[in-house]
């Protein structure tokens, strides 16, 4: 058994095309810095560097062998717990309740790599949101117990079970993907959604004037909205061939659909930095902020995705 | 040799990996020694994180300043202080001898051209909470005149490992490091002055601004 796996030609092309797209990108702001040096472009340049660091590890997502590819997600899962529990208020007296609740992680990820769909689906929704609040009531602090259960919980659905659903599509039988194989599908709903993040930005930042949600993220737009989901869309419907079992009428809607789920799960961990009163989530990818700042979309889509292709194509 | 390996292949993992270090004013931290580290302490883990700033291979020239009735208490935990940490023992109370001779150790240290992390505040309290610098490290300025003493505020390590509490929770832990200063000429004056500036890093540090007036804090 090899450790890398390069069998599936269209993944491969994906990657370098999204290589291709990093290294234009990192010519032209070069470009820039040279054209332009009284400005300041360091949060750009730091972006773009952050971005590579991102594709580098990706890549192992995509091409390392599915245990060693879903150790790594599970890892990104980790991370971002931990930088949700590191902002949020904790009572010290949780400190063991997180213990468990880190424990989690592991187990969750462990049952994905066997494939065991029925547990993978309700270990977290089920037993762990049973456990830890028996866990909470043995030490016995009633103080806003219910708001502490309740913040531990939400962490571990947005940044574990969410999560978990990308692992899971490693999980899902090659032989249904006969153009996009094991990581076709992983690579199509993460390029797409990050695509989309980045195509509501550009869209937004040139036609944007109607303010969507003004009070959550007052820079969010209708403009950039529409002109992200439908860019998305196409883009789906261009290289859902390639890379999954997807066929047309489908992959257009689920282009919208990730368009507009990625805008929801961006604007959900907005609030959450907002009602905490945190610009950035952390400091772990210069020019980006923290790892939820990169993965609140992927916490609806990857979720949303997985189950409308696993319903309508692998059932 | 020893301490490179511990540290390679243990601290700097659990410190790096397992909890995270968010470090603001990195350009700040001295390159080579003699230098004196001074933090607040909270947490058995300071110790070791502010050890992690530096490059691997580089901590065995930083040696932390430690209470010698708790590091020499047994054979064992001299021979561990010694050969996997390198901490200079210091006696904690002046039991007559005078406070020259207590900080003879770490003057000889320095002299070596070595970083020496030292905790004002003595003892680490309780989690997250600062007490009153003590005047030792106002007797160590002052006769290393010419040291410059960088003042580092730590938060997050007294959550991730509470006093009395044995299990470690991974917390992202924040590290703000300041301008080196140097000896004023005034004893009380010059503590304070450290004290301040430890607590204006403390302000600068945003989940510390943000945990401090949460009703969980402390």
Known sequence: MSLFNFESMSVNYAMLGIIGVLTIASLLVFILTKKNPQKNYKELVLRIKSWWFIIAFFSLMVFAQVKIAIFCIAFVSFLAFKEYLSLIPIRKSDHRVLFWAYLSIPIQFYIISTGWYQLFIIFIPVYVFLFLPFRTVLIGDTNDFLANIGRIQWGLMTTVFSMGHLAYLLMLDPSKNLAGGRSGLLIYVVALTQFNDVAQYCWGKSIGKHKIIPKVSPNKTWEGFLGGVATTSALSVLIAPYLTPITFPASLFIGFLLGAAGFVGDVNISALKRDIGVKDSGTLLPGHGGILDRIDSLSYTAPIFFHFVDYFFYK | ?218
Not at chain 2, 160 to 184: H, M, Q, T, Y
Not at chain 2, 203 to 210: A, G, L, V, Y
Request: glycine share 6%; proline share 6%; with cysteine.
């Open chain 2, 1 to 218: 040799m020893i301490k490179t390996l511990f540290f390679t292949f243990l601290v700097a993992p659990i410190i790096k990996i397992v909890l995270g270090l968010s470090i603001k004013n990195r350009d700040r931290l001295p390159e080579k020694g003699p230098a004196i580290i001074i933090a607040n302490h909270n947490s058995h883990l300071d110790t070791v994180a502010l050890m992690c700033l530096f490059p691997l291979f580089f901590v065995k020239n930083v040696r932390p300043v430690a209470a010698a009735d708790y590091w020499t208490k047994n054979k064992l935990i001299t021979w561990f202080a010694n050969n996997f940490i390198g901490v200079i023992p210091i006696k904690r109370k002046n039991d007559g001898t005078n406070k020259e001779d207590l900080l003879a150790p770490i003057l000889e240290v320095l002299k070596q051209n070595k970083i020496v992390i030292y905790f004002p505040e003595g003892s680490r309290g309780n989690p997250e909470e600062m007490v009153q610098f003590k005047k030792g490290i106002s007797h160590l300025a002052m006769n290393a005149p010419h040291v410059p003493i960088i003042p580092v505020f730590l938060y997050g390590l007294g959550k991730a490992l509470p006093r009395g509490e044995g299990l470690l929770v991974p917390f992202i832990c924040d590290v703000n490091i300041g301008a080196a200063k140097f000896w004023s000429g005034d004893k009380d004056q010059f503590v304070k002055d450290l004290q301040e500036t430890i607590n204006q890093l403390g302000s600068e540090t945003r989940n510390f601004e943000k945990d401090k007036d949460s009703i969980y804090f402390g």
